[in-house]
């Protein structure tokens, strides 16, 4: 079945380390995206990739950084420079210029 | 600024009952305006979406009314049953903006039996 895979589901990790959150889609989608979940707060974008090898900030990417060297793949590195990484994290594509997002299920990312 | 507005930001109805979400916009040049179903612990789901050429969509039990000159669009659920509790986002997005979408805050539904 086509979709896209979030992994690992539950992230621990301890404050100052850098972690990569995985996310691989096999819906031939052009555009991928990161969004950051809190409560009360909504989806929030963090970067978004509409072709290989370019990737786009979006309104939160300070202490994020992401990389797209194949078009189902689009990993999200939160940095030691986030200050508040605890939170859960999205992933969802699309075709370009057709609207609608297919999510992923999520990474929830505690950092102690 | 582009940016969706979202209330209430939580929502108790009971069973039977209409549940009813609202969304503001700002930025007139959006064409898309989904509804997004989230349950705990998983990713959201496209619920519906209209665009500004209709008044109103309707999917089973699940209705998008849109104001077009108040900038306003809102979700209601008939016959709300527990099933449908959930955090419901709407979001809005302008076509050749490469799809990016705009959420609102969120609205956590609960579905009293």
């Known amino acids: 079945d086509g979709g896209i895979t979030q992994s690992p589901k539950y992230l621990f990790r301890k404050e100052g380390q850098n972690v990569t959150l995985s996310c691989e889609q096999n819906?031939?989608?052009?555009?991928m995206y990161w969004y950051r979940q809190d409560p009360g707060q909504g989806l929030r974008l963090i970067y978004y990739?509409?072709?290989?090898?370019?990737?786009q900030k979006g309104d939160i990417a300070e202490g994020y950084s992401v990389s797209r060297e194949k078009k189902e793949s689009f990993p999200l590195t939160v940095t030691s420079a986030q200050k508040n990484p605890t939170a859960f994290y999205l992933c969802?594509?699309?075709?370009?210029?057709?609207?609608?997002?297919?999510f992923g299920s999520g990474t929830r990312l505690t950092v102690v | 600024q582009q940016q969706v507005k979202q209330s209430p930001q939580s929502l108790i109805v009971q069973k039977g009952g209409i549940s009813i979400i609202n969304c503001a916009y700002e930025n007139t040049a959006f064409d898309y305006f989904p509804w997004y179903q989230q349950f705990p612990g998983k990713g959201p789901a496209l619920l519906i979406a209209?665009?500004?050429?209709?008044s109103e969509k309707k999917e089973g039990r699940f209705t998008i009314s849109f104001n077009k000159s108040a900038k306003q669009f809102s979700l209601h659920i008939m016959d709300s049953q527990p099933g449908d509790s959930a955090t419901y986002f709407c979001a809005a997005s302008k076509s050749g903006n490469t799809g990016k979408l705009i959420f609102g805050q969120g609205t956590t539904l609960q579905v009293k039996p």
């Open positions: 209209i665009r500004p050429d209709v």
């Open positions: 990739s509409q072709i290989v090898n370019d990737f």
């Open positions: 969802a594509s699309s075709m370009l210029f057709e609207e609608g997002y297919t």
């Open positions: 819906l031939n989608h052009d555009a």
